[in-house]
């Protein structure tokens, strides 16, 4: 039984509308940021010291095509260590971890699951009650599965057969959110996501993320180089 209640802080990048996620033990004061964004590190590093943490590890919940990561750079300050998927082939990482592979956090377990489909080195990471889903589950959307290595079927499956079979009360924290919305459940998804609710097919939505027609992201051709070296670029 934990003695105390894990910290936790839910944090947004305006720029690219991605939340950035700080998660500690309140005993040991280690500490963990998901998707750390580049431009915000000192906002970043200013709360870690505001709270007394440490910082541990920095976990990307993949290879990010519209924002640098900040794990190169928060290594380098903090000698924390960089987590990523194992297939996200990543050679500048420091821990690779395999699907259901756990890491922790004084006495709170991070779990890692692999989520391919929008990439296929895409991990979602459960902590207790909640599920860090990055651009897989979005709030009543998903992550598109149009380049790098998108596949929408693997996207259907790992939201179906492994995010969707959690408890419904598992709290859902998406690596975007672009309509407001900060938080859903398990339950709430798999009854009002549109693309991919309960009872959708897998071939009515691999059609409708092939109808999306999207932009491509403005950053991909400085983030996804950057970030294939855990967010360092030539300037850097």
Same mark, same amino acid.
């Given at each position: 039984?934990? &003695?105390?209640?894990?910290? =936790?802080?839910?944090?947004?990048? %305006? $720029?690219?509308?991605?939340?950035?996620?700080?998660?500690?033990?309140?005993?040991?004061? #280690? /500490?963990?940021?998901?998707?750390?964004?580049?431009?915000?590190?000192?906002?970043?590093? %200013?709360?870690?010291?505001?709270?007394?943490?440490?910082?541990?590890?920095?976990?990307?919940?993949?290879?990010?095509?519209?924002?640098?990561?900040? @794990?190169?750079?928060?290594?380098?300050?903090?000698?924390?260590?960089?987590?990523?998927?194992?297939?996200?082939?990543? &050679?500048?990482?420091?821990?690779?971890?395999?699907?259901? #592979?756990?890491?922790?956090?004084?006495?709170? $377990?991070?779990?890692?699951?692999?989520?391919?489909?929008?990439?296929?080195?895409?991990?979602?990471?459960?902590?207790?009650? !909640?599920? =860090?889903?990055?651009? @897989?589950?979005?709030?009543?959307?998903?992550?598109?599965?149009?380049?790098?290595?998108?596949?929408?079927? $693997?996207?259907?499956?790992?939201?179906? %057969?492994?995010? =969707?079979?959690?408890?419904? #009360?598992?709290?859902?924290?998406?690596?975007?959110?672009?309509?407001?919305?900060?938080?859903?459940?398990?339950? $709430?998804?798999?009854?009002?996501?549109?693309?991919? !609710?309960?009872?959708?097919? #897998?071939?009515?939505?691999?059609?409708?993320?092939?109808?999306?027609?999207?932009?491509?992201?403005?950053?991909?051709?400085? /983030?996804?180089?950057?970030?294939?070296?855990?967010?360092?670029?030539?300037?850097?």
């Amino acid at each position: 039984m934990k &003695t105390q209640k894990l910290i =936790f802080k839910q944090l947004f990048d %305006k $720029e690219s509308s991605t939340y950035t996620y700080l998660l500690a033990d309140p005993q040991t004061k #280690e /500490a963990v940021l998901i998707d750390p964004v580049k431009e915000n590190i000192n906002r970043d590093l %200013k709360l870690l010291k505001e709270l007394d943490l440490k910082l541990k590890y920095i976990m990307d919940t993949h290879v990010h095509a519209d924002h640098i990561t900040a @794990s190169n750079e928060l290594r380098d300050k903090t000698d924390a260590q960089t987590v990523l998927n194992v297939d996200a082939n990543v &050679t500048c990482n420091n821990i690779g971890l395999n699907d259901y #592979e756990k890491l922790f956090l004084g006495e709170f $377990e991070i779990t890692g699951i692999k989520t391919p489909g929008h990439t296929d080195g895409c991990m979602s990471y459960l902590v207790e009650d !909640k599920i =860090f889903t990055g651009d @897989s589950l979005l709030i009543r959307g998903t992550g598109r599965t149009d380049f790098q290595q998108g596949n929408s079927k $693997e996207m259907f499956n790992s939201i179906q %057969k492994k995010i =969707f079979n959690l408890p419904d #009360e598992t709290m859902v924290y998406p690596g975007h959110d672009y309509n407001g919305h900060t938080v859903s459940t398990v339950g $709430e998804e798999k009854n009002y996501n549109p693309r991919i !609710k309960s009872g959708i097919t #897998e071939e009515e939505y691999v059609q409708t993320m092939k109808d999306l027609k999207l932009a491509e992201p403005k950053h991909i051709h400085t /983030a996804v180089p950057a970030n294939l070296n855990c967010g360092k670029t030539q300037k850097s």
